[in-house]
């Protein structure tokens, strides 16, 4: 089908170049490429830099492999997300446009519920390219393989057209051998002795689908200057069944001033563990004592977490047996979480939130909920308390946004409840509380199709029902009211608990069916931040030369 559209494509450019366009027509394509050249720079760019000087000669040559390596993750994060890049980009003329699809990763805007903005192109499968796009659901479950539901495996047909799994490994193998012989000569270069191991352990997962040995590896890291973090891991790109976790890539340096100040929080989560607002039953297991707080510059992004939004923190490994036995590290990226508040969270905030509050927006608040976002995935539950299995088997779909939820309302809890143990000097609350508020409009304008998006929305509409904040009519601005939404905090945060507890999908469901849209109020607030053009979010101008290694 896409080779006829590019053919029929190609004859409208030729017939085009003997019959001038009638007028109305050539005003359509203008405005189309209007259009799209605003769509594009709704994403400021920001240079992805960082000290070099602080580097070791090694690191120095390590970082060049790891790029390398990494943008072996992007090509087959674009085959995974929609098929061949090559092709598309061929069929698609505006300039503007093709930038478009560059930062979505294929035709479908991942801000705007996944629409199409290339003509010709229909609706994105909820399995990308995971499944077969003519497989049913009932097919699929059908489908007697206890490989189907691995993170690591496609679902293919063979030649008779019945259903067949193929590891990652082998679907692509020679991207992913080149890929491991390079983590390898990185591997060599290394001179700590946690990253040598790790990434020599990674390379090997990426040819036999095992990253257990490598994710131990992983966190067994304490003194490392660098980090990789490579491989299939996050399952948002699979809206199918959520099984399916696709390639991505960051290149890491630590900021080791900032990483010694935020490492002792890593010791209190088994005690924060029992202060989660919870029956006992919810909050029985224990977090790994090894978990690890880290800052670090990316220099560095492909593949998932280059799409659309940017991730600006890690929390990983997902692996639920490791968060029992270690936990697991939580990176907070610095330099793209201080682009995101300089360009977008404070000219927000001078729109949308009260002027007598604006005083409350500040990096640390805005570093601090989104640094314990990250602890807060750590902690809850893994295992339902009933027999249903593991809380991400049984919320199925929805776990993704409800987990998400999970983790951005605990962040917050967690910011309180430190407060109240004296961890923080001179803390001024309502500072968390109003960038959390801000945080909130900044990250629903990602949309219905992000899981982040999703969760915000929720959260918001409960904020409100709760009276958490109010809204001026007259300015159009919200004011915190920090009672309430303390209040309304402890009690979204026992609620999201108690579903993922109970494995509970008919009310994980009904919650993000109630509130998991973007209704007409909120979405003219969210229009004013458009029209004053305010970035949606950033893009990178990233590689060995912005970082002046070559």
């Given at each position: 089908m896409k080779k006829l559209i590019f053919s029929l494509f190609a004859l409208a450019i030729v017939l085009a170049s003997c019959n001038p366009k009638p007028a109305d027509q050539k005003d359509t394509a203008a405005n189309e490429n209007e259009e799209m050249r605003m769509k594009v720079e709704e994403f400021v760019p920001v240079k992805l830099t960082t000290d070099v000087s602080k580097l070791t000669e090694s690191e120095k040559q390590m970082i060049p492999l790891m790029i390398e390596a990494a943008q072996i993750m992007d090509k087959l994060f674009w085959k995974q997300a929609y098929g061949d890049k090559a092709q598309l980009m061929a069929e698609i003329q505006d300039p503007w446009t093709k930038k478009f699809a560059e930062i979505n990763y294929g035709p479908w805007e991942r801000l705007n519920g996944n629409k199409p903005f290339v003509k010709g192109v229909g609706p994105k499968p909820k399995g990308a390219c995971f499944y077969p796009k003519d497989m049913t659901v009932e097919e699929f479950e059908a489908f007697d393989n206890p490989e189907?539901?691995?993170?690591?495996?496609?679902?293919?047909?063979?030649?008779?057209?019945?259903?067949?799994?193929?590891?990652?490994?082998?679907?692509?193998?020679?991207?992913?051998?080149?890929?491991?012989?390079?983590?390898?000569?990185?591997?060599?270069?290394?001179?700590?002795?946690?990253?040598?191991?790790?990434?020599?352990?990674?390379?090997?997962?990426?040819?036999?689908?095992?990253?257990?040995?490598?994710?131990?590896?992983?966190?067994?890291?304490?003194?490392?200057?660098?980090?990789?973090?490579?491989?299939?891991?996050?399952?948002?790109?699979?809206?199918?069944?959520?099984?399916?976790?696709?390639?991505?890539?960051?290149?890491?340096?630590?900021?080791?001033?900032?990483?010694?100040?935020?490492?002792?929080?890593?010791?209190?989560?088994?005690?924060?563990?029992?202060?989660?607002?919870?029956?006992?039953?919810?909050?029985?297991?224990?977090?790994?004592?090894?978990?690890?707080?880290?800052?670090?510059?990316?220099?560095?992004?492909?593949?998932?977490?280059?799409?659309?939004?940017?991730?600006?923190?890690?929390?990983?490994?997902?692996?639920?047996?490791?968060?029992?036995?270690?936990?697991?590290?939580?990176?907070?990226?610095?330099?793209?979480?201080?682009?995101?508040?300089d360009k977008i969270l404070v000219p927000i905030s001078e729109i949308l939130i009260a002027e007598d509050q604006r005083k409350h927006i500040k990096f640390d608040a805005f570093f601090e909920n989104t640094m314990f976002h990250e602890v807060g995935h750590g902690l809850g539950i893994k295992q339902t308390i009933n027999g249903k299995g593991g809380v991400r088997e049984a919320l199925k779909d929805t776990y993704s946004a409800i987990e998400e939820g999970k983790a951005d309302i605990l962040g917050l809890y967690l910011v309180t409840k430190l407060n109240e143990m004296g961890e923080f000097e001179n803390k001024d609350l309502m500072d968390n509380f109003v960038t959390f508020m801000a945080g909130i409009f900044r990250s629903v304008r990602f949309g219905v199709s992000s899981s982040h998006g999703m969760a915000n929305m929720v959260r918001f509409y409960y904020f409100q029902e709760k009276g958490a904040f109010t809204r001026d009519e007259t300015t159009g601005t919200y004011s915190v009211n920090f009672d309430k939404m303390k209040q309304a905090m402890i009690d979204l945060a026992e609620m999201i608990l108690t579903i993922q507890g109970d494995g509970n999908y008919d009310a994980a469901k009904k919650l993000l069916d109630e509130k998991g849209s973007i209704r007409p109020e909120l979405q003219a607030d969210l229009d004013r931040i458009s029209d004053a053009n305010i970035p949606r979010d950033i893009v990178f101008e990233q590689g060995v030369e912005v970082l002046g290694l070559k």
């Open positions: 189907k539901t691995s993170l690591y495996t496609l679902i293919r047909r063979d030649d008779e057209g019945n259903l067949i799994v193929v590891p990652y490994s082998e679907a692509y193998k020679e991207e992913l051998t080149k890929a491991a012989d390079l983590i390898r000569k990185a591997a060599e270069l290394a001179e700590d002795p946690g990253l040598k191991k790790y990434l020599s352990l990674r390379a090997d997962a990426l040819l036999n689908d095992d990253y257990y040995p490598s994710d131990n590896a992983w966190m067994d890291m304490k003194n490392n200057g660098l980090d990789f973090v490579v491989g299939p891991i996050e399952n948002y790109e699979d809206k199918l069944f959520e099984y399916k976790t696709a390639f991505e890539s960051f290149v890491l340096v630590k900021d080791k001033d900032w990483s010694s100040k935020v490492l002792r929080y890593a010791s209190l989560l088994p005690e924060l563990q029992t202060t989660l607002p919870v029956a006992d039953e919810y909050k029985k297991e224990v977090p790994g004592s090894s978990s690890d707080l880290g800052v670090y510059d990316a220099v560095y992004y492909a593949g998932d977490c280059n799409a659309g939004s940017k991730t600006i923190a890690i929390n990983l490994p997902n692996d639920p047996r490791i968060h029992v036995d270690k936990g697991s590290r939580k990176l907070q990226l610095k330099n793209s979480m201080k682009a995101k508040f």
